[in-house]
């Protein structure tokens, strides 16, 4: 039977299923890709070539004889029921969804299987499999096709990476952008990603269990005694970076109200990441920037955990994108989701829906209390979307998430409004929490990393650490306190905003914080302490 049907070289034969697998099964994926690009026609050719050339090499490499028949009918089948759920309901084939798939019963599974997707695996599924086992498959002699067949596929991904790292000014903000949202779609990458992945979480890799960590945390005289609660303020993020705050060294104005207030500035502040995947838990783990890796971070409690256990009442804001399991034992507010439309639109607050809940909660707090904020920001790539008109300081601003596509002034005036907008969140706090003038309250405020804003061709951030430009580096920090945070705790002001012209990172946040709060432990090392040498006769003194 075979013979009577055309056969094809195998090159051709590959080339083809690719065809067939990237254009035919995924509708939603290019739906949403070519609405991204919809200005950018000339990209999304080359960007379409790319990723056709890298499904084609993918393809000629599972070629072997005996191989491809069996494999390609898998990949067939796989993309034609990925498709269907993806392109008929708009599901997302991750990991919990292949979950589900795999702890539904038989009567619920029996359920999905309607007349549409019978027809639809009878054609995207079963047609191209009847296909591969009909057809017959011409090959040379087996080194001259491994030969031939490496190069086509050495080939192609050069290609595509050539044209994706000379395109990056525009694929990164894609990337970083809509990789979860865009490319999450692309069919059958993610189901079988999502299968592999929940395969090796659910049968060999365990799921992280935090260690404790400084369970033997206790407050000190200097907090313990007090007769009126002490009260810290933590703000972590969002992608500003130190170059465009004045009070780091920038010649425009981006801190018009900070720069009034008795603040220690810390001039050379750097990150533990590019990513705040990665800055947050590291800096709030006991690990810094030489031992971090995910495991050990995950695999240990962390800042707020030890606050805990020394009594402290800690709470997490969250107006970013999730505290990234860092405050999964702690109470935690995801304000985004319950904001008033004046500040929120489409799933994002402006960062004064903070400020609205610590003016609400302050004058009621008793306890002695951390308050973590995890703010917006500078968070790219919709700057604009991240200040109020009236903090449109800096014009004309870019207005579209597409960055390229603005002039770098207008790039750096809105990013700058987003800093103004920042240093104006922050004097904010700060005037709240002055507020409670029975209170000792204090803020802490860092960057989780820096930003690129198109130099050397480099938008947003996340570029691997070693290579990262000092603009995803070098981040903003502040530290502020209260006249009666300052005489209980006998802090040196003099001694304390010296320190703002010191050396600093994110190693230094986990010690500071537990020296703020006047927290005794074992963990606790006095040197990370950026205060620790400032307190006067001994008060506080770990
Ligand atoms: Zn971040």
């Excluded at 080339?15 to 509708?27: D, I, K, W």
């Excluded at 019978?118 to 599924?125: C, P, T």
């Excluded at 903070?354 to 700057?383: C, F, Q, W």
Aim: net charge neutral; charged share 15%; hydrophobic share 45%.
């Amino acid at each position: 039977m075979r013979e009577k049907l055309p056969a094809l070289r195998v090159v051709w034969v590959a080339a083809l299923s690719a065809a067939f697998v990237l254009f035919l099964t995924n509708g939603t994926f290019w739906g949403k890709a070519t609405a991204f690009f919809a200005t950018n026609h000339p990209f999304l050719i080359g960007f379409t070539v790319s990723l056709y050339l890298l499904f084609f090499a993918v393809m000629l490499t599972l070629s072997a004889p005996y191989m491809i028949r069996p494999v390609y009918s898998l990949i067939f089948l796989i993309a034609a029921g990925a498709s269907y759920y993806t392109d008929t309901f708009g599901v997302m084939i991750d990991r919990d969804m292949i979950r589900n798939v795999a702890q539904t019963d038989a009567a619920e599974s029996s359920q999905l299987i309607t007349a549409g997707f019978v027809i639809h695996m009878l054609v995207f599924g079963v047609l191209p499999c009847l296909a591969i086992w009909l057809i017959g498959i011409k090959r040379r002699p087996f080194w001259s096709d491994v030969w031939r067949n490496t190069l086509w596929i050495t080939g192609s991904i050069i290609v595509a990476f050539a044209f994706t790292l000379t395109h990056l000014g525009v694929f990164m903000p894609f990337w970083q952008r809509e990789r979860e949202v865009t490319m999450s779609y692309l069919n059958p990458v993610m189901a079988i990603s999502s299968t592999v992945d929940y395969g090796l979480r659910e049968y060999i890799r365990a799921p992280y269990v935090a260690a404790p960590y400084g369970t033997d945390a206790k407050l000190g005289p200097a907090i313990a005694t007090a007769k009126s609660p002490t009260i810290l303020v933590l703000v972590v993020g969002e992608t500003a970076r130190a170059q465009n705050f004045s009070l780091m060294g920038y010649k425009r104005d981006t801190n018009p109200e900070l720069s009034k207030l008795d603040i220690v500035a810390f001039k050379h502040a750097t990150s533990c990441g590019t990513s705040t995947a990665i800055s947050m838990p590291c800096m709030f783990s006991h690990l810094g920037h030489a031992g971090y890796s995910k495991d050990a971070a995950y695999s240990s409690e962390n800042l707020v955990d030890v606050l805990k256990h020394a009594g402290l009442k800690v709470e997490w804001w969250e107006n970013n994108t999730g505290p990234k399991g860092i405050a999964d034992r702690i109470p935690t507010d995801l304000i985004a989701h319950s904001g008033p439309a004046d500040l929120c639109a489409g799933g994002e607050c402006l960062d004064e829906i903070l400020a609205r809940k610590l003016e609400r909660v302050l004058p009621t707090i008793k306890d002695n209390t951390v308050l973590v904020l995890h703010t917006m920001g500078s968070h790219g790539p919709s700057y604009f979307k991240r200040y109020p008109e009236q903090y449109r300081k800096f014009t004309p601003d870019c207005r579209t998430p597409e960055l390229t596509t603005c002039t770098p002034q207008e790039l750096v005036n809105a990013y700058d409004n987003t800093v103004v907008y920042t240093d104006h969140m922050l004097a904010r706090f700060i005037d709240i929490l002055k507020s409670r003038t029975d209170a000792s309250t204090a803020l802490f405020y860092m960057s989780d990393h820096g930003e690129s804003l198109g130099e050397d061709g480099l938008y947003l951030h996340g570029a691997p650490y070693a290579l990262a430009p000092d603009y995803q580096k070098k981040i903003p920090a502040v530290a502020w306190v209260s006249d009666t945070y300052a005489s209980q705790f006998n802090l040196d002001l003099g001694c304390a905003m010296a320190k703002g012209d010191a050396p600093v990172s994110h190693d230094n946040m986990f010690d500071t914080v537990l020296g703020l709060m006047d927290v005794k432990t074992s963990v606790y090392k006095a040197p990370l302490d950026l205060f620790s040498a400032c307190h006067k006769s001994g008060v506080a003194s770990n």
